[in-house]
């Protein structure tokens, strides 16, 4: 559980690979036209190893959760969950047997980030705070931007992240700054023929 966009799907994801497990990923936010018949169906096809409930949080009816979290239980070697608001969730869905192990993820490590920014490490004192979601974005908008548009747009981004997680640090809102930090050609490039190579690949419910 942790803040959004701090990396909890992407670090399901490689516990998953790491065990070697075929994984079914699904978000809750998508169960609302779905009935669990039609989920435990596709589940009884797919027999995945592994199942990651993402935003275990947003579910209208934490009753049909508790059935869910049942029915995958008698089936899958692994769950995972991924929460926002632990509070949310109802003391019955957190008893020990049915999920057992509780871990914050509220930012990543400083080599997890130096490695997301790749050749855009000059930009580490900037991003190394903000949600993870959010440094893939810059990585983008530093690699297909000139560094005119890249330096406007990054303070756009800079004032998005200070909405979501109350990032606070004036010098890194001056333009100046982040000039300073951007070394990027000055040539235009089309972002629609931008392809993101970590899209994620696991199996999802439509």
Aim: charged content about 30%; proline content about 3%; cysteine-free.
């Amino acid at each position: 559980y942790g803040p959004p966009g701090t990396g909890k799907s992407t670090v399901a994801r490689t516990v998953i690979e790491i065990m070697g497990l075929r994984s079914f990923r699904i978000r809750i936010g998508d169960l609302g036209g779905l009935d669990n018949g039609t989920l435990f169906e596709a589940i009884n096809i797919f027999e995945p190893d592994a199942i990651i409930l993402d935003d275990f949080d947003r579910a209208l009816s934490q009753e049909s959760l508790l059935e869910t979290l049942e029915f995958f239980q008698q089936r899958i070697k692994l769950i995972i969950t991924t929460v926002n608001n632990l509070e949310r969730l109802d003391k019955a869905l957190l008893r020990p047997g049915r999920i057992d192990i509780i871990e914050l993820v509220d930012k990543m490590d400083t080599e997890v980030v130096k490695y997301v920014l790749g050749e855009f490490n000059d930009g580490f004192e900037l991003v190394k705070n903000w949600p993870i979601a959010y440094i893939n974005e810059y990585v983008k908008r530093r690699r297909f931007m000139s560094t005119e548009d890249a330096v406007a747009s990054i303070k756009e981004l800079t004032l998005r992240v200070n909405d979501v997680t109350h990032y606070d640090d004036d010098a890194h809102n001056d333009v100046n700054t982040m000039l300073n930090q951007i070394d990027a050609p000055d040539t235009e490039t089309d972002l629609s023929k931008y392809t993101d190579d970590d899209a994620d690949d696991d199996v999802k419910v439509e």
